[in-house]
């Protein structure tokens, strides 16, 4: 007893001490808040004023920065990937179709990394700045505050086929979205609790053409949509046509980041298949949207961990990858 006790006290530092040890430097994934306190100390509160000043001039654009954080993470991790031009050898993760006509926010991004730039020369991280966008504007549109782990590098390549295939798609069953979710290390509550990102911002009529019309291939609506929501729907997201006509993600409070989105899953007006799926019948993340439909304070906590815990994914750290001068291309090739 004492024997195997000591054991494996014994075994576990051995084991353990040097994968903590190694947890800096440039074999660890180590991120932490103070990253730039001396490097360059004002960053924080140029990136927010210039997120605040880009929000104010078009509400939208919280949610613009918030899912290029995420679109961001799911592909080669946090490195700033996303925001690479083609040419030279990259061929853009913009060219996707998660991201292809879709996603936007790159100039306001540019604007803060000329302002870094300015201030403290390549010093702060492409990724970093995503990072801290994504909070800002969650913030600015009422949502809930987290400090940001900071100190990742900024990728040397893209990922075309990452963004194609490991970003969920709308149309997407459940335990695919789960499948493609727990491949980033995110559980189901972390899920749930990121597709609360919905709350705020704009989908396409494409992203969600095929629940009014033809949803599994019988010539029927999806059944899991609410009739007079789908009769309003088709008003403007026609058979053919109309593919970039915008709608909101949450009718109630476009621009407010609240529960509001829960809300609108129970009473089958979600807009994407995949957020209403989240409601599926004895699956795991039913019980969570009911719990985050009924207390707004508990989504708000959750969300602001699992954007932590999203921001951390296989960040670029010590050595590897390099700091941007302008985060669309690699400082040489
Ligand atoms: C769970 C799987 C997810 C799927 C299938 C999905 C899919 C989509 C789609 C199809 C759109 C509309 C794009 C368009 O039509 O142009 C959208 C918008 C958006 N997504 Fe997601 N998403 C998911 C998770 C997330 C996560 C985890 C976040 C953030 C942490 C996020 C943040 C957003 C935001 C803020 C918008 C609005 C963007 C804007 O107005 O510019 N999404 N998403
Ligand atoms: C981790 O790295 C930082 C920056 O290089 C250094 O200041 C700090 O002392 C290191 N911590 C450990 C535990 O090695
Ligand atoms: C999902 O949508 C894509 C793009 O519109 C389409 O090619 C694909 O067939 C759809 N998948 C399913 C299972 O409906
Ligand atoms: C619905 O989709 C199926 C399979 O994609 C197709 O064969 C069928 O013609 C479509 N029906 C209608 C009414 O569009």
């Not at 001396?38 to 960053?43: D, E, H, T, V």
């Not at 939208?60 to 290029?68: C, D, E, I």
């Not at 007079?228 to 407010?256: I, V």
């Amino acid at each position: 007893m004492g024997l195997s006790r000591s054991f494996v006290v014994v075994f576990s530092f051995l084991v353990l001490a040097p994968l903590c040890l190694s947890h800096n430097g440039s074999t660890g994934g180590y991120l932490y808040p103070q990253f730039y306190e001396r490097s360059c100390p004002r960053a924080k509160e140029i990136v927010k004023a210039l997120v605040a000043k880009a929000v104010a001039k078009e509400a939208r654009m919280a949610a613009s920065l918030l899912r290029l954080h995420f679109h961001d993470c799911f592909v080669k991790g946090c490195d700033a990937s996303v925001l690479l031009d083609s040419g030279s050898g990259i061929r853009s993760e913009k060219l996707s179709n998660p991201n292809r006509n879709s996603i936007r926010g790159f100039e306001v991004i540019d604007e803060i990394k000329a302002a870094l730039e300015k201030e403290c020369p390549q010093t702060v991280s492409c990724a970093d700045i995503l990072a801290l966008a994504a909070r800002d504007s969650t913030v600015l549109a009422g949502g809930p505050s987290w400090e940001v782990p900071l100190g990742r590098r900024d990728a040397r390549d893209a990922s075309l086929s990452g963004s194609n295939n490991n970003i969920p798609a709308p149309n997407n069953t459940l335990p695919t979205i789960i499948t493609k979710f727990k491949l980033q290390g995110l559980n189901h509550v972390d899920l749930v609790a990121l597709s609360g990102s919905h709350t705020i911002g704009m989908s396409r009529c494409t992203s969600f053409r095929q629940r009014l019309y033809n949803q599994t291939g019988n010539g029927l609506p999806d059944g899991t949509l609410d009739l007079s929501y789908a009769a309003q729907l088709r008003k403007r997201c026609p058979r053919s046509g109309g593919d970039n006509n915008l709608f909101p993600l949450d009718p109630p409070s476009p621009t407010s980041f609240d529960n509001c989105y829960f809300r609108d899953l129970l009473a089958s007006r979600g807009l994407l298949s995949s957020d209403q799926v989240l409601l599926t019948r004895s699956a795991a993340t039913m019980e969570l949207v009911h719990l985050y439909a009924e207390h707004n304070r508990l989504f708000l906590e959750q969300f602001a961990r699992s954007m932590v815990k999203m921001g951390n994914i296989s960040p670029l750290t010590g050595h590897r990858g390099e700091i941007r001068k302008n985060c669309r291309r690699m400082n040489s090739y």
